[in-house]
């Protein structure tokens, strides 16, 4: 059976803006898979990667981290299972949309979700990831915070592209859902499992195609709690 | 026969970055076709189309108008030729792709090109071209010209993500081109026609692809003559 490592905070959550592009294209590719969660500055348990970042999948005898290359592999190695990318020509679209979204939307999170993420994880945890994302932005998270509106209001605008590519289809890549609609779902599910902000205003066309999403292979984003609903059930 | 208006400068250069994007189409899916040259400000020419851009193309009954509705058109009328976007998810990540260029490539080559431009074209259409960009940046050409050095800058950072595209594969679109190939084309072939500066360092991996492209279809791209090659056959 595959396996997948992704990040776990407090209450169990699963908070990875990267592994969840890598779990819904396990999902997409029908493969079974083991969750095993890690804690963000638990080191020791990826080390059998060669490198210190989740997502890491092992599949049998092979070990591969980052997302992107997690999805090349399946790709490749599940050509008969259903296509992240629609082909040769869609492949190296979707590295383009990577690392567009990768550069140009994944930061404009970081001002307004990196504090609501420290309060989701052990104290341990937010040593570490306070460390990390000071380390590669070089400012202080409270500097980067006091920017949360201006770089929302940014990461709302960036998506303008987007919101052309479903104005005639239900999805990013279409009819179907694929790679690209996972890549935008992982930023959006990582607000949602950190933050009670709202990421998108009610409005956006965003708003319904990201409630489709969750509702993909028997729901599996939306079976994952939200900061709002686990603070519910907490109170 | 398949009809194509393009823009017609000085020496019968054919200058404009949108009809390249078609003319490479129409090669693409293997289309007999006839260009009809127009100068810029001859909007007479073009009052058929119902709008006054180039590219324009007419199929039998049919007008089309814009270098991507013009794409989706001829994909969907002809879809046992040569695949542009190698299927769905390939043509919305492709409309993503060619937002990309509108918005963030493009933009930038009008500080490098555009007095250039204006050297190419006859007087009626000098003023017409520079009185349009002029109210697009709502700046003199000189003050965006000014900006030249910065903005080529800007152009080659910007192409980072199409080198990663090209670093496995011989074409952006993989082992063989496709449309996005030809956005990126028209960009580089609009300076080669206008300009005698080079937009790619001479190490610029996008180089030996460029000259890839310039030989597709017979060498459609390479006929045209560059600035370069109009100067030396004028001296």
């Excluded at 609501?116 to 202080?140: P, W």
Aim: positive net charge; glycine residues 4%.
């Amino acid at each position: 059976m595959l396996e997948l490592w992704e990040l776990r905070g407090k209450n169990d959550c699963r908070y990875s803006t990267f592994s969840w592009r890598t779990r819904l294209a396990l999902l997409h590719k029908r493969l079974a898979f083991e969750l095993r969660p890690v804690s963000a500055s638990d080191k020791e348990a990826i080390r059998f990667s060669g490198q210190d970042k989740v997502p890491i999948i092992r599949d049998g005898a092979r070990v591969v981290s980052d997302s992107w290359k997690i999805a090349c592999f399946l790709e490749e190695q599940y050509p008969s299972r259903p296509s992240l990318f629609g082909g040769e020509v869609g492949r190296n679209l979707t590295q383009f949309f990577n690392l567009w979204a990768d550069r140009e939307l994944i930061p404009m999170l970081v001002p307004p979700l990196m504090l609501d993420v420290l309060a989701c994880v052990e104290d341990k945890d937010a040593a570490h990831l306070r460390s990390r994302i000071e380390g590669i932005f070089k400012r202080k998270l409270e500097e980067l915070s006091a920017e949360r509106t201006k770089s929302l209001d940014q990461f709302r605008k960036r998506l303008a592209p987007v919101r052309k590519m479903i104005s005639d289809t239900p999805f990013i890549c279409g009819r179907n859902p694929a790679y690209a609609d996972y890549i935008v779902f992982g930023a959006l599910q990582w607000a949602r499992v950190v933050s009670t902000e709202k990421m998108l205003q009610e409005d956006d066309i965003l708003a319904p195609w990201f409630e489709r999403v969750l509702d993909l292979y028997e729901g599996a984003g939306r079976r994952e709690r939200s900061r709002q609903e686990r603070m519910e059930q907490a109170a």
